[in-house]
């Protein structure tokens, strides 16, 4: 929102030209906007108006923000963090914009009122020519899935054509299910146990290997899984993992006792298993990762934590923790009731994170992506995948700080977008949400239709404004392409990362919106999952010709040095979720696998779990509670589980 916007919204309130440094004086009895209403939010936008339509760009910027203090605002550190209240970010986004070079615009989805989109740029009109998919095609999907028993389980990063159509069959045939690679398995089970003969995954390679070792532990070892290639389907990140680096990297961590390893759950079994007999080892995800480092560094005096593969991630985690070192103790303890400064400031040398492992998505936002959103997008809600580089998670992290943005996982993303959406509806304004999309452009499918389902939900006749939600994608205007992408014929991590294999060329090649310089927008390897891949295996099931022995994923029957099934240790270090009343402590490093209790409408179980099996959340997300000495943090799950609310419990 610059000065001529708000200028227009209260023409009556604009000031002659200015040739002095603009000085914001408010009295000292305004209320605050943090409990002000809609009526008070355009009166002090008013004022900005009043006070800086007219000053030269210099003029502009030599106001000093301090001066928003009497407003109880974001200035003072205190205010409700909303769009609506935050007259902090008007002054900035004003004094950001002042001067800004002119340029292209990043491409954009805009989705309307009523459900309509319009795109903006050629990597956009790529996004939506699927966002209405084929009705031909989804009844030819939801036909064999029907007849065939066929359950489906994908990642939020396919290609927009095959989200669209399993979106639109969901309608048709329930067992499908698009989320983080964290529940997959988990949807798996669910979909075996109610009679599904087949499961299909799309997804990388070591997803469809923990749905299948996830399925034969809970006794469905008949079910079949099947991937959407006869060739191998990679990861960069995993791929990193896997490598003499990172067993380097391992063996550094068991020379300093005592040492815990955290693993980026997007790794395979086998990478999990070898570690764990390196280095005792938990698996966490970009959601949970802050909480289950902080737990483990209360519990266990003197504790190293070594975290892999993710170099970004890694980094982002060390630049967190030495935000929270300058936070108070009450600040801090909000984050985590067993920490306060003294306790962070004692943990960061203790901290280790992998140098060399990245996804070849989120290593793409570069500095010229950041700078462009700078001058072009400062007033823009911006959202980050906590793998993304230092620059970008830095930018989102600020935008954080002021309301406007979100870093985390893509649930934590889809949820973000959600929220600030219901909250204009409740305003009932017209108003335009623009969101920065930091993260993979496979997501736009899942947004766009839970922006529609709550547009949708709010269709009455006292709801009459003129909503938008503007979804942006910040690609580069180079992009690589790989000429065996499309096809798909054939594509692993060591040929994409491999520059020589790569030509460069102007503009958006083929959709898939990568850049060297930043940006890269889809993951190659997820577009192994085509549409007509699905349609094939679907269609060949069952396989009694063996026609599919290719696309099974694969069972690990190998052993780890020490003697043990790499199935059941890597699988062991896995996340698993449970909506149910949980208390669970990090094991103790060295010692055997400890007791954890959990409690569920069926009664009270006891087993010898891992912290990483058991369902912790980001506690930057929860909210506390204290009962009977015990606090308790409460997060609603993700859309699969509405309705329940898991509690992570720590002694007072």
């Given amino acids: 929102m610059d000065v001529s916007s708000l200028a227009a919204a209260a023409p009556s309130l604009v000031a002659p030209p200015l040739h002095h440094k603009p000085h914001l004086a408010f009295p000292p009895h305004h209320p605050s906007p943090a409990r002000g209403s809609i009526g008070l ?20 910027l030599d106001v000093d923000p301090a001066d928003l203090a009497p407003l109880g605002g974001a200035a003072a550190g205190t205010g409700a ?3 609506a209240s935050t007259w902090h970010n008007v002054l900035i986004g004003m004094q950001k914009r002042e001067g800004r070079p002119a340029g292209e615009p990043f491409p954009s989805l805009i989705i309307g009122r009523d459900g309509a989109i319009r795109a903006q740029g050629t990597y956009a009109e790529a996004q939506a020519m699927f966002l209405s998919p084929n009705e031909s095609k989804i009844s030819e999907l939801v036909k064999s899935l029907r007849e065939k028993k066929i359950g489906i389980v994908a990642h939020f990063y396919m290609d927009p054509e095959v989200q669209g159509i399993l979106t639109a069959s969901k309608k048709h045939w329930p067992h499908i299910h698009i989320s983080d690679s964290l529940v997959m398995a988990d949807s798996a089970v669910k979909m075996a146990e109610a009679g599904c003969e087949y499961i299909t995954v799309l997804g990388v390679d070591f997803m469809s290997e923990n749905v299948r070792a996830i399925l034969d532990q809970a006794g469905y070892s008949k079910v079949g899984v099947y991937r959407m290639s006869s060739d191998q389907i990679g990861c960069s990140l995993a791929d990193a993992a896997s490598s003499s680096a990172y067993t380097h990297f391992l063996k550094e961590a068991s020379r300093s006792p005592p040492s815990l390893h955290v693993i980026y759950i997007n790794t395979s079994l086998e990478t999990k298993a070898h570690a764990h007999e390196l280095v005792p080892t938990i698996t966490c995800t970009s959601s949970n990762v802050v909480a289950t480092i902080l737990q483990a560094f209360a519990q266990i005096p003197g504790l190293n934590v070594w ?22 103790d009450e600040e801090i303890e909000e984050i985590h009731p067993s920490h306060n400064k003294k306790s962070i400031n004692a943990l960061l040398p203790r901290l280790h994170y992998y140098q060399d492992g ?8 570069g500095h ?12 823009a809600f911006l959202t980050a995948h906590f793998e993304v580089p230092g620059e970008m998670f830095s930018l989102s992290m600020e935008a954080k700080t002021r309301g406007m943005g979100v870093v985390g996982s893509t649930q934590n993303i889809l949820d973000f977008i959600k929220n600030h959406l ?3 509806l409740d305003r009932n304004i017209d108003d335009h949400l623009q969101f920065v999309l930091g993260t993979e452009s496979g997501m736009i499918t899942s947004i766009v239709a839970a922006v529609r389902e709550l547009f949708d939900s709010y269709k009455t006749s006292q709801q009459s404004a003129n909503i938008e939600v503007e979804i942006v994608f910040p690609v580069s205007s180079d992009a690589v392409s790989n000429t065996s992408v499309n096809g798909s014929h054939h594509l692993d991590s060591s040929t994409v990362t491999d520059l020589d294999n790569v030509s460069v060329v102007p503009g958006v090649s083929s959709g898939e919106g990568c850049s060297i310089h930043g940006g890269c927008a889809s993951c190659p390897y997820m577009k192994m999952n085509s549409l007509r891949s699905l349609l094939k295996v679907c269609h060949q099931l069952p396989d009694r010709d063996n026609r599919l022995v290719a696309y099974q994923a694969s069972r690990f029957n190998a052993k780890t040095p020490l003697g043990k099934l790499v199935a059941e240790v890597g699988q062991q270090r896995d996340y698993q979720t449970s909506s149910c009343t949980m208390k669970t402590q990090v094991p103790s490093v060295g010692s055997g696998l400890p007791e954890t209790t959990w409690h569920s409408a069926y009664g009270v179980k006891t087993g010898r779990k891992r912290l990483a ?27 699969d ?11 007072l």
């Fill in 613 to 639: 099996q058991v369902s912790l959340f980001a506690l930057l997300h929860a909210h506390p509670r204290d009962e009977l000495g015990v606090r308790f943090y409460e997060r609603r799950d993700d859309g």
């Fill in 368 to 379: 010229e992506v950041v700078d462009k959103i700078k001058e072009q997008y400062c007033d």
């Fill in 81 to 83: 963090r909303s769009r």
């Fill in 641 to 651: 589980r509405a309705g329940t609310s898991p509690w992570l419990q720590f002694p």
């Fill in 307 to 328: 975290y892999g593969p993710d170099s970004y991630m890694g980094a982002n985690i060390a630049d967190l923790f030495q935000r929270m070192a300058v936070m108070s």
């Fill in 358 to 365: 990245n996804c070849i998505v989120h290593d793409m936002f």
């Fill in 422 to 424: 219901m909250e204009a």
């Fill in 41 to 60: 939010s355009r009166g002090y936008c008013a004022c900005l108006v009043s006070a800086l339509d007219g000053a030269r760009p210099e003029e502009v």
